[in-house]
């Protein structure tokens, strides 16, 4: 009878382990596009826009990782505009502030 493929217990934790370490790597900036994505969705519904920019140079913009760039986070904000009639906290504004941290203004539209 011919024997099937067999591997070691120690085999199989490596592969797991490379495999979590693969899924950490992709996952924190899936996240951060992510929210990105729906934080700029979010402001557009309200009344307001995230002005992007249309090129990308490292130079100017820092260096975003290529995994970012492959998940379609590679344009950079340059301002974020709120709605006058919305009401945020100073913590929302921190929280704006901080998933988008390459904004050179964050303010809110007049009437």
Known sequence: MKRRFQFRLRTLFLAVTIMAVAC?????PHHIATTRREM???ISKAGGFVNWENTYDPGIHGDIPWIRRELF???PAIT???PPD??????DQAGIRAIFPEAKTIGRLRN
């Open 24 to 28: 950490a790597y992709i996952g924190q």
């Open 40 to 42: 700029a969705d979010a």
């Open 73 to 75: 986070d590679d344009a």
């Open 80 to 82: 974020v505009w709120l």
């Open 86 to 91: 919305a009401f945020l906290s100073e913590q």
